[in-house]
């Protein structure tokens, strides 16, 4: 059924009306707020004359207290409604703009009763009559617009599910109040809003989808079963604003009981961080806390080692492979992210019970107060019941009894006489002030010259044990990079742990490797998590229980261990991991490349696994173009949005190249797209590309630690710009000596899938194997002539 004329003028009727009821609310809430800013302003400048201060007795004392608390906490419940009010009236405003999305008439078969349902991102009451105007997308009625078409229909309820007919599905796109699109559809959201959505300029940001979200997506934001979500999704599926609305869906449910500070994002890098950071904040949420895994690390291990990043290591895998010990060190990065080598770290920490433990010797001023002898008797002479991680407990409380005895004896000893004479008049001052404090009754004056020295040893004594406690009870008397180099050191310890034939052909040479590295403490990326959860295994696992949920964001980039060591630090969070195992680019074992690691982390009855096979970022040329270049990329659908093939530029040495570059770029540059990127395989390949345009094209250079993006163009190296997208994409050299390995083919398919409208690649010499084992017809095949380019176009 068609939309007539009539209808889309009753709609905008109703679009001014909304608008009108919203504009009544902003006004009453901005007086309200200015009268409640007021009083805020005056409590706190009449704070000290509203409060009764009289410190006479101990009941005056009482009544000063419960007077300043009185005023302090009318004060914070007024900065309380004046924050809420603000929350408030920034979600009018945005519903003020575009107050709606989406329609549905929905019958209740109990009732018989219909009602006219219309969503956006908030809820918006009937001043007078309390009726909904708006409901929040994510109100359990909602969730008919998403999950079905006119027909019989069903929505969950906390009370039970509800049964009935929708009558009518329909979609609008409304912008500053005005109409611009007005359709009916079926069980899909329409295709034109889709098209609107998806044919705009990239962002700089991500936006929020709500008005877009498909069937498959819906049940990903809305699935509240599983306590191990696994999504594995093609590129440009959605996925990832899928999990950042279902962040925004679990507040809105629960928002009694959970909040935006226990939820956490671990994303692939700090650019990515700030390209997703106004998805939440856009739909009224506060945004939860986003860090990378390298963070956590670095915040971990940064006092031990320099810990290398995942950056640092795939640079080393991209370089041409003739380096001394690659192979070696591949296959260690392959084995070290591994289930196998996994198991075989938790039977050598089991095996720690009973013979092997490294300790360190716990010192002060040179002196032995516990040798390491001592700690590995006392260690082994314990019950052999008690679990590692107690027992290590137990050692560091038996260490402070004897640092109690050894303080002891050493307030006669030369170097605490030395230090008493070196204290200069205001340390002396200071020590005097504080020996009065702890001995009120016994000392008012130094006039008693033996008692003076012998107070002023036991503080100078005391202080300095102070850091010998303050190291023990952070259990650093146990020698945990001994602890995991011996693994590599002494084959004896590592032949108990490993299954026979486990180990890689050249485990001798990544052995001696890791044990150098380790040595100069340098800690590759593969042995990182390794050596945290070891030392974790050990001592105890730190935790975080406030935390209820966790996003994996690019989980095929998380080998086995990490995924288990996110499991463990967040004990009561649920896990949503998104990930596509065709962008899996790093040389590690992919943890979603088989699903059994997945499912043990919780268990097969508590794990969900939803596929995503659609593409919707790219053009229906360049999903077909790149998925030929994946196995399985058959099972990719590419969204029904035409636009130009892929084009093929080839040049024949790097000034033809440069040339091409400019004209590529200045073309997409006057077609109109506002984000170009122009993608190099390693960070040094894009710093020559920078150096080498004009300054005219103001081109910006992504890095690692590159925490935001700009407008307009863009170099960067593909592993970066995995989880981001633009309008045009150039690859800077699809060569067949660029890109030919195996191991390079994901990371090819990952720089072309960032590509929303117009995907280019030049190259030098003979294109890619994984372009040119492609069909002809999937891209037009173009080669540079240096007479199509002159200086007008440099």
Request: proline content about 3%.
């Amino acid at each position: 059924m068609s939309i007539t004329r009539q209808d889309w003028q009753e709609e905008q009727q109703r679009v001014d009306q909304v608008i009108a009821a919203i504009a009544r609310q902003l006004a009453l809430l901005e007086q309200e707020t200015g009268d409640v800013q007021s009083e805020a302003s005056e409590i706190k400048k009449n704070f000290w004359d509203e409060v009764t201060i009289n410190f006479s007795t101990s009941e005056d004392l009482t009544e000063t207290y419960f007077s300043m608390k009185q005023q302090a906490d009318l004060l914070s419940e007024r900065e309380r409604s004046q924050r809420h009010a603000a929350a408030t009236m920034d979600k009018y405003r945005r519903l003020e703009r575009s107050p709606y999305f989406g329609r549905i008439d929905f019958r209740d078969e109990r009732s018989g009763a219909t009602e006219q349902i219309y969503l956006g991102i908030a809820s918006f009451l009937e001043e007078r009559s309390d009726r909904f105007l708006i409901y929040d997308w994510r109100a359990p009625i909602s969730s008919l617009y998403y999950d079905h078409g006119p027909g019989p229909a069903a929505y969950d309820t906390p009370s039970g599910e509800v049964n009935g007919d929708l009558l009518l599905k329909r979609q609008f796109a409304i912008r500053d109040g005005v109409i611009e699109l007005l359709f009916d559809t079926g069980l899909t959201i329409g295709d034109e809003l889709l098209q609107q959505a998806l044919s705009r300029s990239s962002d700089q940001q991500m936006r929020s989808i709500v008005a877009t979200i498909q069937k498959e997506q819906n049940r990903i934001i809305r699935d509240e079963r599983t306590r191990m979500l696994v999504v594995q999704g093609a590129a440009g599926s959605g996925k990832t604003s899928a999990a950042l609305q279902r962040v925004a869906y679990l507040l809105y449910r629960h928002r009694e009981t959970l909040q935006a500070e226990q939820m956490v994002l671990f994303s692939p890098n700090p650019l990515f961080n700030s390209y997703v950071s106004t998805v939440l904040p856009e739909l009224g949420e506060q945004n939860m806390a986003q860090t990378t895994f390298q963070e956590y690390l670095d915040r971990r291990l940064g006092d031990i080692f320099a810990v290398e990043d995942p950056f640092t290591q795939i640079e080393y895998v991209l370089q041409d492979g003739a380096t001394a010990g690659y192979e070696a060190r591949l296959a260690g990065i392959r084995y070290k992210s591994s289930s196998a080598y996994l198991s075989t770290l938790q039977r050598y920490v089991k095996q720690l019970e009973t013979a092997g433990m490294p300790f360190k010797p716990v010192k002060c001023q040179g002196q032995t107060v516990v040798s390491a002898k001592q700690l590995k008797e006392r260690f082994y002479t314990m019950d052999p019941s008690i679990r590692l991680a107690n027992r290590i407990v137990l050692l560091e409380e038996w260490i402070q009894e004897r640092i109690e005895a050894f303080e002891s004896g050493q307030w006669k000893e030369a170097w605490v006489e030395d230090q008493i004479e070196l204290l200069s008049p205001e340390q002396y001052q200071r020590a005097f002030q504080k020996l009065r404090k702890q001995n009120r009754d016994k000392l008012n004056t130094f006039d008693d010259q033996d008692k003076e020295k012998e107070l002023l040893a036991k503080l100078i004594v005391k202080e300095r044990l102070k850091q010998v406690r303050r190291r023990v009870a952070a259990l650093s008397f146990v020698d945990y990079v001994k602890l995991y180099l011996q693994l590599f050191e002494q084959p004896e310890y590592y032949a108990a742990a490993a299954e026979p034939g486990e180990a890689p052909e050249a485990w001798a040479e990544i052995c001696e490797r890791t044990a150098e590295a380790i040595r100069n403490q340098t800690l590759p990326y593969e042995d990182a998590t390794p050596f945290l959860y070891v030392k974790e295994l050990v001592q105890g696992f730190e935790t975080n229980t406030n935390v209820r949920h966790v996003i994996v964001d690019e989980a095929q980039d998380y080998s086995a261990f990490q995924l288990e060591f996110l499991k463990r630090l967040f004990p009561r969070a649920r896990m949503t991991a998104l990930g596509d195992l065709n962008q899996a680019i790093y040389a590690h074992t992919p943890v979603m490349g088989e699903t059994a690691p997945l499912v043990s982390l919780y268990g097969e009855e508590h794990t969900g696994i939803i596929r995503l096979t659609r593409s919707y970022r790219s053009t229906r040329e360049i999903v077909e173009f790149t998925r030929g270049m994946v196995a399985g990329g058959q099972e990719i659908i590419p969204f029904n949005r035409s636009g130009d093939k892929p084009i093929v530029t080839v040049v024949s040495d790097r000034e033809e190249h440069r040339a091409a570059l400019v004209e590529t770029l200045a073309e997409l540059q006057r077609e109109g797209y506002a984000s170009v990127a122009v993608i190099g395989r390693t960070a040094a390949e894009c710093e020559a590309l920078h150096a080498a345009l004009p300054e005219a094209f103001e081109a910006h250079l992504i890095r690692k630690e590159t925490a935001s993006f700009k407008t307009g163009i863009q170099i960067i190296p593909a592993y970066l710009a995995k989880g981001v997208e633009f309008d045009a994409v150039v690859i800077s050299d699809a060569s067949d000596r660029n890109y030919t390995r195996e191991l390079e083919r994901k990371l090819f398919y990952t720089a072309c899938t960032r590509a929303m409208h117009e995907l280019r690649l030049l190259s030098v010499g003979e294109p890619s194997r994984f372009v040119t084992t492609l069909e002809e017809g999937l891209y037009t095949h173009r080669a540079f002539q240096a007479s199509v380019h002159g200086e007008g176009g440099r």
